[in-house]
C-alpha cells in the first residue's frame, strides 16, 4: 500500500468523523434550542471528564449562560448526546406535574436480572413503579415514623456521646464524617435493624460501603458513561449503576437478616420489618392479609436505596446546616433558643411532637437545602415526544432531561442574593412569595422523595442535640469559600467542614 493511499484513507476517516461530530452537534440547532459551544469529542463535559466540575456544577453553568436568552430549554452535550435543561419554571412544573406521563421516567438504568437490587422504586418507571410506589407510601406515615422515632433518637444520643468524647481530646471535628456516620447508624437500624457501630468505628463496613457507592472512581465514571451511552450493551456487559461489592454486599446482609426474623419469628420497629410485611401480603393498616405482595428482591431493592439514599443526602443536608450555623453565630443562638424554650414546655422530653414544633429550625433546614441542595440536579427520561408549549420544539421519546435543582435554587430572580445564608426566606410571610417550581429539594409531583418526612424528622433531632449540647464555630481547618467535590454524585465538601465544639 503506498503512501498516497494511506493517507488518502486517514483524510477520509478524519472527514467522516468531523461531519459525524458536526451533524451531532448540530442537533440542538436544528430544533431551535440553544447551547453553549461544544468542543470536539467531549461536548460540553470535558472539565467534567477531567475533574474540574461536576457534572450538576456544569449544568448550572449552562443554565446561567442561556437563560438570559428567553428561551424554555438549553442542552448539555454529554460526548454527542444532547441531555435536555429545562429553564423555565412553567416548562419543570409542566415535567414534574401537568405533563407528568410524558416523563414518568428517571432514565436510571436498571437490570432486575444480573442486578436485582437496581430494580428500585428509584430507578423504575411506568405500571411497575406506579404499583410499587402505591404499597410502599403507606411505610412512610407520620405514624410509622413514630413508630421509629425511638431508633432514631438512641442514634442521636450516641453521636452526643461520641462527640462528647472525642471534642475532650481536640475540640475540632470534621462534622460531615460524624453525620454520615450518624446516619448510616439511623439507617441500619431502622431500615435494616442492625446495629452498624460506625459512630464508634468510621471503619465499619456500612459505613466503608456506603462511602465507596458515593465516590466514583475513573472506573466507575467510564461505566456510567457505558451505562449512559445504551442500555443494551450496559445489560450485555453486566454492568451495575453502583460498584458490584456495594450491591452484593448489601444483598447478603438483607437476605441474611429477613431468612433470620422470619425464621425466629423476629419483630423490631424498623422499615425492614415493614418491607417483610409487605413481602407477606400483609395490609400496613390493618395487618390483614392480601395478595398485594412484593417480591423478595423487590424488598432487597427498597431497602438498598433506602440506605444509600437516606444516608448520603441527609448527613451532606445537616453538615451544610451545620457550616452555615457556626458561620452565622446569631442563627445559630436563635435556634437553640427556640430548643431550649420548646424543651422547657415539654418538660424536657424530646419526642415527636417536640421535634414538629421547631418552626424556626425547619426554616433553618429550608435555607440549608436551598443554597446546598441534597439533590443538585434530577433526571428525566422523555417518554412521548413532547411538544414544547409555545414553541416548535419536540423532545423525542427517550431523550434524557436533567432538573437544574442548584441553578434554580442559585438563581438571583428568585432568591435574591443568593449567596446569603437567610433563613427568613423560608418565615410564614416570605415563604408565600417562592416561585413555585423555584424551591424543589424534594422534587416536586409523583416521584417527590418519598422518604422526605423521615430525612427531615432525622435531621432536626440531630441538630436538636447538636444545639441543646454544644456550641460551634468555624475551625480554622475549613477553607472559605468551601469547595466542592467534583468526583461525587451529590453536592459535598471537598475536604470536609471542621468544627470547633464547646460542650454547654
Not at 253 to 263: A, D, F, H, P, Q
Not at 480 to 499: F, Q, S
Amino acid at each position: 500500500m503506498n503512501f498516497e493511499l494511506i493517507l488518502t484513507i486517514i483524510s477520509l476517516l478524519i472527514a467522516c468523523l468531523y461531519f459525524y461530530f458536526k451533524n451531532a452537534f448540530d442537533y440542538c440547532k436544528k430544533i431551535g434550542v440553544p447551547t453553549v459551544p461544544t468542543s470536539f469529542l467531549f461536548g460540553n463535559i470535558k472539565s467534567v471528564v477531567f475533574r474540574q466540575q461536576s457534572i450538576s456544577d456544569k449544568v448550572a453553568e449552562t443554565y446561567r449562560l442561556i437563560k438570559p436568552s428567553g428561551y424554555p430549554i438549553t442542552a448539555v452535550y454529554f460526548f454527542v448526546h444532547p441531555v435536555f435543561v429545562p429553564i423555565s419554571l412553567d416548562l419543570i412544573k409542566n415535567i414534574f406535574l401537568k405533563d407528568f406521563h410524558h416523563f414518568d421516567d428517571r432514565g436510571i438504568f436498571y437490570d432486575e436480572d444480573n442486578d436485582p437490587v437496581s430494580a428500585h422504586l428509584f430507578s423504575l418507571y411506568g405500571d411497575k413503579w406506579k404499583t410499587l410506589r402505591s404499597k410502599l407510601t403507606p411505610a412512610f406515615t407520620t405514624g410509622k415514623i413514630k413508630f421509629m422515632f425511638d431508633l432514631i433518637q438512641k442514634n442521636a444520643k450516641e453521636m452526643i456521646d461520641v462527640l462528647s468524647e472525642m471534642t475532650q481530646i481536640n475540640r475540632e471535628v470534621e462534622i460531615k464524617d460524624i453525620l454520615a456516620r450518624y446516619t448510616t447508624d439511623v439507617i441500619g437500624n431502622t431500615a435494616f435493624g442492625i446495629e452498624c457501630n460506625s459512630l464508634r468505628n468510621p471503619e465499619a463496613e456500612f459505613r466503608v460501603m456506603g462511602n465507596r457507592a458515593f465516590l466514583q472512581t475513573k472506573w466507575d465514571l467510564i461505566r456510567n458513561m457505558i451505562i449512559c451511552a445504551s442500555d443494551k450493551v450496559a445489560k450485555v456487559l453486566r454492568l451495575s449503576v453502583f460498584p458490584k461489592e456495594v450491591s452484593k454486599f448489601f444483598k447478603k446482609v438483607l437476605e441474611e437478616t429477613i431468612s433470620y426474623r422470619e425464621n425466629n419469628n423476629v419483630m423490631r420497629k424498623d422499615f425492614l420489618q415493614i418491607l417483610i410485611m409487605l413481602k407477606n401480603g400483609q395490609n400496613l393498616e390493618s395487618n390483614e392479609l392480601n395478595d398485594q405482595k412484593i417480591t423478595l428482591n423487590e424488598a432487597l431493592a427498597q431497602g438498598f436505596i433506602f440506605f444509600l439514599a437516606g444516608f448520603e443526602t441527609t448527613s451532606t443536608s445537616m453538615g451544610f446546616a451545620v457550616f452555615e450555623l457556626a458561620l452565622n453565630e446569631d442563627i445559630q443562638e436563635k435556634a437553640r433558643k427556640e430548643v431550649f424554650e420548646t424543651l422547657e414546655k415539654h418538660n424536657g422530653e424530646i419526642n415527636y411532637d417536640f421535634i414538629s414544633e421547631l418552626n424556626y429550625l425547619d426554616m433553618v433546614l429550608a435555607e440549608s437545602m436551598r443554597k446546598y441542595p441534597p439533590a443538585p440536579a434530577y433526571c428525566r427520561k422523555c417518554t412521548k415526544d413532547y411538544q414544547i408549549p409555545g414553541t416548535k420544539t419536540i423532545i423525542k421519546k427517550g431523550m434524557p432531561l436533567v432538573i437544574p435543582t442548584f441553578a434554580l435554587h442559585r438563581d438571583p430572580d428568585y432568591f435574591p442574593e443568593p449567596d446569603v445564608f437567610n433563613p427568613e426566606r423560608f418565615n410564614n410571610t416570605n415563604k408565600h412569595n417562592i416561585k413555585e417550581f423555584s424551591y424543589i429539594p424534594f422534587g416536586e409531583g409523583p416521584r417527590k422523595c418519598i422518604g422526605m418526612k423521615f430525612a427531615t424528622v432525622q435531621s432536626k433531632l440531630a441538630l436538636v442535640v447538636l444545639l441543646k449540647s454544644f456550641k460551634f464555630k468555624l475551625s480554622e481547618k475549613t477553607k472559605l469559600p468551601l469547595k466542592m467535590e467534583t468526583k461525587g454524585i451529590t453536592l459535598a465538601p471537598a475536604n470536609g467542614v471542621w468544627i470547633e465544639m464547646e460542650r454547654i
